[in-house]
């Protein structure tokens, strides 16, 4: 069984920061890229950042330079610096990872969502 959890969300004011970490734990044998992706009131959900497990990053438009996904192999940990937030950043944010597991083939996992509200 492979699980992704989530911490870090919360209520922010617009201009502050907040730092998204997701774990992935369970019968892991490989980690390829991971990523987050959000969804906002109403909404679909859309790509915010991703990366490979060599390193390359990819990020959305709208957040490109206020925005830094990391991860931490060794920890098999994703994180999301989110910097200059602005209100339409508002939505519920979701951890992905694309895993081989030791029982299963490769898919993708997610997490259960962690939410992040920005106020004006």
């Known amino acids: 069984q492979v699980q992704l959890v989530e911490s870090g969300g919360g209520l922010v004011q617009a201009g502050g920061s907040l730092r998204l970490s997701c774990a992935a734990s369970?019968?892991?044998?490989?980690?390829?890229?991971m990523g987050w992706y959000r969804q906002p009131p109403g909404e679909q959900r859309e790509l915010v950042a991703r990366?490979?497990?060599?390193?390359?990053?990819d990020y959305a438009d709208s957040v490109k330079g206020r925005f830094t996904i990391a991860r931490d192999n060794a920890k098999n940990t994703v994180y999301l610096q989110m910097n200059s937030l602005k209100p339409e950043d508002t939505a519920v944010y979701y951890c992905?990872?694309?895993?081989?597991?030791?029982?299963?083939?490769?898919?993708?996992?997610w997490g259960p969502g962690t939410q992040v509200t920005v106020s004006s």
């Open positions: 990366i490979s497990n060599g390193g390359v990053t």
């Open positions: 992905n990872a694309n895993i081989r597991g030791y029982y299963s083939t490769t898919r993708d996992y």
């Open positions: 369970g019968s892991l044998r490989s980690i390829f890229a």
